[in-house]
């Protein structure tokens, strides 16, 4: 049985990240909790948005390091999430936001199995 993941990823979001990575080189995600982008997972170049000790490492999409705020993790720890995209333009910086897309979440909650699989963060 494969271990239990706090996040992953869609094929069609794949693609996406995949062609961003063609045309920016490394991506790193982080979801967003702030005012103006809503709660929408945010891509960028990596390095281009700075994490420090307020941000936790969900784990990685596609290659790509996945990024939460310590706040916003304490209300989604018991929830998986999944990367996933729509078509639409979103209200962000986020690298896809030119293709006519915007990357955004699924979730549900993890189940009392996969809870005990988790790796503490």
Sequence with gaps: M???KRVSVTEEA???????RAQHGPLMF???GGCCDGSQPMCFEEGEFKVG??????????????????DQYE???HTHLTLDVTPGRGASF??????????????RLFT????AQLPKL
């Design 2 to 4: 494969e271990k239990a």
């Design 14 to 20: 794949k693609q996406v990240i995949d062609k961003l």
């Design 30 to 32: 982080h979801q967003s």
């Design 53 to 70: 000790d307020s941000d936790v490492l969900l784990g990685k999409v596609q290659g790509c390091n996945f990024y939460i705020a310590k």
């Design 75 to 77: 209300y989604w720890k």
């Design 94 to 107: 986020s690298l896809e936001i030119p293709l006519g897309l915007r990357f955004h979440i699924r979730s």
């Design 112 to 115: 009392e199995a996969e809870m």
